[in-house]
C-alpha cells in the first residue's frame, strides 16, 4: 500500500511541473538565477522550491528512507514524466518571444540598474545586492525520449526533431547540450538544448526602456568562458561536456565527436559577443550609463559577488557556500552572510573555495551543497569538505543532511527550513544592498 501512495505522488508531481506552453525548464541555471534576483526584489516566488511542487513534500521525505536502489530507480522513472517537454509541444514555437518569461518576473517599477548576460549564482547575487534585474541571454528546453546516456546519436536526433519546429530568423542561436558526465539521469530522459540571444531581444529592449530610470545604468556581465562546439546546421551547434574538473579534451576523447570543433563561448556560461555589442549600442542609443563586467569564468563572477558584499558591510565571520541552483539570494540581502558560490560541487570549484577561504579566514562557513542522482566523478562528498574547511580553522554549520548527500531527495525541503530559522536569527533591520556607482572601484 506504501507503494501505492509513492507510486501516486510521483503522478501527481509529474502533471504538476507538465506545461502546455513552452517555457524555459525551471530547474535550470539561467531560469533559477531570475527566480532567485526576482524574489530579492520583492517579486513573489519560492527559493529553493521553485522546480519542486509542494505536494512532493511529504513524497520525497518518504523516499529518503527507502533503500538506495529503490529510490533512485522511483526518481528516474518519476523524471520520464516530468522533465522537459513531450515531442508534439515543439510543433511551432517563437524562440524570441520565450525571452519575456524573464521579464515578467520582475516587480512592476523602476530601477536604478539592470544587469544583462552571465546567469551564474555570482552574478544573481550579485544583482540582487545591487537592486537590479537580472535579464540572462539564455534558456534551457528539453525534448523528452528514453535512450542510453552515452549513445550521443540518438540525443541529437530528439534534439534536430524539436528545433525544426523554429521560426526562422529569430535572432537566436541553439546549442544542444550534452554532458553524459554531470547530466547522465537528465540526457537519460530529454535532450537539452539551449536557446541562445544572438543579440539584444526585444522583451529586454522594451522592459528596459520602461523599467530603466533616465539616465540609468546597463550593466553587463560578460563571461568569456569557452569550450568547442560542433557545428550541425546553421545556427545549430552541438556542446559535449561542461564545466567541471573534467578538461574538454577529456570528454572529447570519451566522447567522439560528429565533426571538427569549433571554439566557442560556453553553452551556459558565456555570453554572445553579438548580445554584448547590441545591448552597448542600446544603451548608447537611449542615454543610458554602460558598464561591462568582464569574467574569463564564472568562478569569476562569484569572487566579485563576495568582495560587493563585504564591501556593502556584510556580517564578519561568516560565509554560506551555496552552488549552482542551490541558493538564496534574498537569504544573503536580508542577513548580509556574504556569498562565495559554487558553480558545482566539484573538485575545481572546491578548490576555488579553499583558495579565497585561505586568505579571508571566517570563523564559520554554512555549507549549502547541490544534491546529485547522478553522483559525477569530480563530485567533491561532505567529509572532505569538513576536513579542507577544518583545516583552515574554518567551523562548518550544514543546512543539508550530509549523511544523505548526493542523493537526498528531500535536500531541497531541509534547506529550505534551515534558511527559514537562519533568516529569522540573523535578519538585518535593513537588507544589504550597494550602489551600482560603486562597483568600478572594488578589487
Given at each position: 500500500m506504501r507503494l501505492v501512495k509513492v507510486f501516486a505522488v510521483i503522478t501527481a508531481v509529474s502533471v504538476a511541473s507538465s506545461s502546455a506552453d513552452l517555457e524555459p525548464l525551471v530547474f535550470d541555471s539561467a531560469a533559477r538565477a531570475v527566480g532567485e534576483v526576482a524574489r530579492s526584489l520583492g517579486a513573489p516566488g519560492r527559493g529553493l522550491l521553485e522546480p519542486y511542487p509542494e505536494v512532493a513534500r511529504p513524497f520525497l521525505w518518504l523516499m529518503?528512507?527507502?533503500?538506495?536502489?529503490?529510490?533512485?530507480?522511483?526518481?528516474?522513472?518519476?523524471?520520464?514524466?516530468?522533465l522537459g517537454y513531450p515531442a508534439p509541444a515543439f510543433g511551432s514555437w517563437n524562440p524570441a518571444g520565450i525571452f519575456?518569461?524573464?521579464?515578467?518576473?520582475?516587480?512592476?517599477?523602476?530601477?536604478?540598474?539592470i544587469v544583462l548576460g552571465d546567469p551564474s549564482g555570482g552574478t544573481a547575487h550579485l544583482a540582487a545586492l545591487l537592486g537590479a534585474p537580472l535579464l540572462p541571454p539564455c534558456y534551457l528546453l528539453g525534448a523528452r525520449h528514453r535512450?542510453?546516456?552515452?549513445?550521443?546519436?540518438?540525443?541529437?536526433?530528439?534534439?534536430?526533431?524539436?528545433?525544426?519546429?523554429?521560426?526562422?530568423?529569430?535572432?537566436?542561436?541553439?546549442?544542444?547540450?550534452?554532458?553524459?558526465?554531470?547530466?547522465?539521469?537528465?540526457?537519460?530522459?530529454?535532450?537539452?538544448?539551449?536557446?541562445?540571444?544572438t543579440g539584444l531581444p526585444a522583451a529586454y529592449r522594451e522592459f528596459i526602456l520602461g523599467r530603466l530610470r533616465p539616465g540609468g545604468t546597463i550593466v553587463v556581465a560578460e563571461d568569456s568562458y569557452s569550450w568547442p562546439q560542433i557545428p550541425l546546421a546553421e545556427g545549430i551547434w552541438l556542446?559535449?561536456?561542461?564545466?567541471?574538473?573534467?578538461?574538454?579534451?577529456?570528454?572529447?576523447?570519451?566522447?567522439?565527436?560528429?565533426?571538427?570543433?569549433?571554439?566557442?563561448?560556453e553553452s551556459e556560461w558565456g555570453t554572445p559577443e553579438g548580445f554584448i555589442e547590441e545591448a552597448e549600442d542600446f544603451a548608447s542609443e537611449h542615454g543610458f550609463r554602460f558598464l561591462k563586467l568582464s569574467f574569463p569564468h564564472p568562478d569569476r563572477s562569484s569572487l566579485l559577488a563576495y568582495r560587493a558584499y563585504r564591501a556593502a558591510g556584510a556580517r564578519e565571520g561568516m560565509v554560506i557556500l551555496d552552488c549552482f541552483t542551490t541558493m538564496d539570494a534574498k537569504f544573503c540581502k536580508e542577513t548580509g552572510i556574504a556569498p562565495l558560490?559554487?558553480?558545482?560541487?566539484?573538485?575545481?570549484?572546491?578548490?576555488?573555495?579553499?583558495?579565497?577561504?585561505?586568505?579571508?579566514?571566517?570563523?564559520?562557513?554554512l555549507l549549502?551543497?547541490?544534491?546529485?542522482?547522478?553522483?559525477?566523478?569530480?563530485?567533491?562528498?561532505?567529509?572532505?569538505?569538513?576536513?579542507?574547511?577544518?583545516?583552515?580553522?574554518?567551523?562548518?554549520?550544514?543546512?543539508?543532511?550530509p549523511r544523505a548527500f548526493p542523493d537526498d531527495p528531500y535536500l531541497p525541503f531541509l534547506a529550505s527550513r534551515k534558511l527559514e530559522e537562519l533568516s529569522r536569527e540573523y535578519r538585518l533591520?535593513?537588507?544589504?544592498?550597494l550602489p551600482v556607482g560603486e562597483l568600478p572601484g572594488l578589487p
Open positions: 529518503r528512507y527507502l533503500p538506495r536502489r529503490w529510490r533512485l530507480a522511483l526518481i528516474r522513472w518519476g523524471m520520464s514524466f516530468s519575456s518569461f524573464y521579464t515578467e518576473r520582475y516587480p512592476k517599477r523602476t530601477y536604478d540598474a535512450i542510453d546516456p552515452d549513445d550521443m546519436d540518438p540525443y541529437i536526433s530528439t534534439a534536430l526533431k524539436a528545433i525544426a519546429g523554429i521560426r526562422k530568423g529569430e535572432g537566436v542561436e541553439v546549442i544542444v547540450h550534452y554532458d553524459p558526465v554531470h547530466d547522465r539521469d537528465l540526457v537519460a530522459r530529454a535532450a537539452l538544448f539551449r536557446v541562445r540571444a556542446q559535449i561536456g561542461g564545466l567541471g574538473a573534467l578538461s574538454p579534451e577529456g570528454y572529447l576523447g570519451r566522447y567522439p565527436p560528429p565533426g571538427e570543433p569549433v571554439w566557442r563561448r558560490h559554487l558553480v558545482f560541487n566539484t573538485r575545481d570549484s572546491f578548490e576555488f573555495a579553499l583558495e579565497i577561504l585561505e586568505d579571508e579566514r571566517p570563523g564559520e562557513a549549502l551543497l547541490h544534491p546529485s542522482y547522478a553522483a559525477p566523478e569530480d563530485l567533491v562528498l561532505p567529509d572532505e569538505w569538513e576536513r579542507a574547511l577544518g583545516e583552515l580553522g574554518i567551523a562548518v554549520r550544514w543546512l543539508i543532511d533591520p535593513e537588507p544589504l544592498g
